[in-house]
């Protein structure tokens, strides 16, 4: 069995063939990919609104979680696996912006720092993002 169908046994998640495309597509690329990117990659082989279907079951299930990007779209990511489930995400970490390429990455192991609310505040959800040059663009550029 290969790791898209291990994650959706793993979550609890029919093994369907737009599932599997989508979760190999999220797994293949190093960064957030949007709906219109999930589109391009997979062709014409899944409506919009099937692949839609997909990301929301993900999300919901706690497999993927939602990035909105410096442009407001609204990207997605894989959660990492132990931390997420159906009753809580656990994706307080930062997103980086690369103002380069456009993408949109995951930084799980960057620390970040403790958030003191003052009473009667309570935080759902976090955003912490920045925004600059990634890896592979720096690289490019020294090149």
Request: aromatic residues 8%; contains cysteine; charged residues 20%.
């Amino acid at each position: 069995m290969d790791k898209a169908q291990q994650l959706l046994l793993d979550y609890n998640l029919r093994k369907t063939g737009c599932r599997l495309e989508v979760l190999h597509q999220l797994m293949c690329n190093g960064f957030a990919l949007s709906h219109a990117d999930l589109e391009r990659l997979i062709g014409d082989s899944y409506d919009r609104v099937t692949i839609y279907r997909t990301l929301y079951s993900f999300e919901k299930n706690g497999l993927i979680h939602s990035i909105k990007d410096v442009s407001g779209a609204i990207k997605f990511a894989l959660c990492k696996h132990d931390a997420c489930s159906q009753q809580k995400h656990q994706d307080n970490h930062i997103h980086f912006n690369c103002s380069s390429c456009g993408q949109t990455f995951c930084l799980n192991d960057v620390n970040i720092p403790l958030l003191a609310l003052p009473q009667g505040y309570i935080a759902d959800r976090l955003h912490f993002s920045a925004e600059g040059i990634c890896k592979g663009c720096s690289q490019e550029v020294n090149v």
